[in-house]
């Protein structure tokens, strides 16, 4: 049985950095596409980052590019979003999704002073 668990985020003061994971089982994250999404509230969900099987290319919405890293530990099954100098418009709940159409439950993230 495929499933994502995640675990992290939380509230943070802007400027601040939390680490979201993902736990997948019932199959290897090492050979799927895996993604970090957002959604806030009244908007869409949208992609946040993205990493590819083998050999790892990341990918990242424009407005998170060098303070958001996706990254995976084969080891522990596990992929994580590293998200520094956060700004009140990274506010959301962000999902881990896994290419085979599985989603995680979904993690609050609130940037506030």
């Known amino acids: 049985q495929v499933q994502l668990v995640q675990s992290g985020g939380g509230l943070v003061q802007p400027g601040g950095s939390l680490r979201l994971s993902c736990a997948a089982s019932g199959f290897t994250i090492s050979d799927a596409n895996m993604y970090w999404y957002r959604q806030a509230p009244g908007k869409e969900r949208k992609l946040v980052a993205a990493i590819t099987p083998y050999s790892g290319i990341t990918n990242y919405l424009d407005s998170v590019k060098g303070r958001f890293t996706i990254s995976r530990d084969n080891a522990k099954n596990t992929v994580y979003l590293q998200m520094d100098s956060l700004k009140p418009e990274d506010t959301a709940v962000y999902y881990c999704?896994?290419?085979?159409?599985?989603w995680g439950q979904g993690t609050q993230v609130t940037v506030s002073s």
């Open positions: 999704h896994a290419g085979d159409g599985s």
